[in-house]
């Protein structure tokens, strides 16, 4: 049973239309209800059903603002009523109704959840749009401060992970420049699972890695954030080679769990000394390379990802020579995975180097932010992935 009641002509303009759900297995008593919600002066739309199990049904088919609930269903009865219909409205403002004889009713529905009670038979118009008014307000003040609880929460957490897998870079030397962005792939979600460090080992070589763990959300972010943690610790305990990928692979065997997550990442070793680069390639993309003559992805070996071939390491060194002069950029496939603007089809690493060619002289970081400021235009805001940049200049020698 539905019926509609409004009094606009003694409302204001702004007066919302109360959605109620009334749930009485007495006729008599829910015609008795409907009259005094027609002469409250609220505006509002009632709909009535007679047990729990209706109440389940309609409950999943729409919202509504208010519930009037009776303690005594065929399926339900007592505080046991009230906590079954908040299990099913959690956010939905509860008034419960109790008979003359159950004066301790009232108090215990609301301790186990109801915002409000009345009394049958000594329920007037005027307290019935009072109450309803009132309950329907502070559920909603709960809901919103819950929200935005949930949202404090989110925003801490997101902290959190940032700080694990944006860490201080462990540079000494000032001969080298050191520009690292990321960012998530969705306004206000959380971080993914890309991760970048780069840290300057005792003996003066500086290494650096840009990597990207399956997935979205915190399991890929704390993986992440275990493999930039575990990646940092090997190279300060003076690992090298394919040994690190080794050991991260262990790592994230030990670390995911039943979650079939695997990881990309490109690991680098820049030798200023020696004017050289090391480079090795587990599933991940080459590094940029720019010098005086434009910008290139270097030529690596490459490798499987970390966690797709277990026990089945396919990772080789590859060195190249550096210029006197020039930059490296390490970077996720979120720079490259976007709409290529009007041309259509992804960017890739070709219409990324189009791209680099065409921006104008820049310092390393406004370059870098330049860079990704095109790379989403050219997507139309339809960024979705999460993306982690990490460039390395160097002067002339």
């Known amino acids: 049973m539905t019926a509609a009641g409004t009094a606009a002509a003694r409302l204001p303009a702004e007066e919302p239309t109360y959605r109620i759900l009334l749930i009485e297995d007495d006729e008599g008593d829910a015609v008795l209800v409907e009259e005094l919600l027609h002469d409250s002066g609220l505006s509002f739309h009632l709909t009535t059903r007679t047990t729990l199990a209706e109440t389940r049904i309609e409950l999943a088919a729409r919202t509504v603002d208010c519930i009037l609930l009776d303690l005594h269903l065929p399926d339900a009865s007592g505080t046991a009523a009230v906590t079954a219909v908040r299990d099913l409205a959690p956010h939905t403002a509860v008034i419960v ?32 749009n009072r109450t309803v008014r009132y309950a329907v ?10 929200e935005t609880q949930a949202a404090r929460l989110r925003a801490e957490e997101n902290a959190r992970l940032e700080r694990g897998l944006l860490p201080q870079p462990i540079v000494d030397t000032r001969k080298i ?25 005792d003996d003066g070589l500086l290494h650096a890695v840009v990597g990207d763990v399956s997935g979205h959300g915190p399991d890929a972010a704390a993986l992440g954030v275990c493999l930039r943690i575990a990646w940092r610790t090997l190279i ?8 690190i990928l080794h050991l991260m692979e262990r790592i994230l065997l030990a670390e995911r769990g039943d979650l ?24 991940h993309h080459a590094p940029l390379i720019t010098t005086h003559d434009g910008t290139r992805e270097l030529t690596g070996a490459h490798g499987s990802a970390l966690g797709i071939t277990p026990g089945r390491p396919t990772w080789a060194t590859t060195t190249v020579p550096l210029p006197a002069t020039g930059a490296l950029t390490l970077y996720t496939d979120g720079l490259t995975e976007g709409h290529n603007g009007t041309q259509g089809g992804r960017l890739e690493v070709e219409g ?8 104008p002289p820049a310092d390393p970081a406004a370059h870098v932010d330049r860079l990704i400021k095109e790379t989403q235009t050219l997507n139309s805001g339809r960024h979705t992935d999460d993306l982690a940049v990490l460039r390395l200049d160097w002067p002339s020698r």
């Open 352 to 359: 990324l180097l189009k791209l680099i060619e065409s921006l």
């Open 97 to 128: 109704l109790t008979g003359l004889s159950e004066a301790q009713a009232g108090t215990d529905a609301m301790a186990a959840g109801a915002q409000d009670y009345l009394v049958k038979g000594k329920v007037s118009a005027e307290l019935l």
């Open 260 to 283: 079939m997550l695997f990881a990309t990442c490109s690991l680098l070793t820049l030798d200023q000394n020696n004017a050289t680069a090391s480079l090795l390639l587990a599933g």
């Open 177 to 201: 420049t050191v520009t690292a962005r990321y960012l998530p792939g969705a306004e206000q979600a959380l971080l993914g699972g890309d991760f970048l460090d780069v840290v300057e080992s």
């Open 236 to 243: 300060l305990a003076g690992h090298r080679g394919p040994d």
């Open 137 to 146: 307000y502070r559920s909603q003040t709960e809901r919103t401060n819950a």
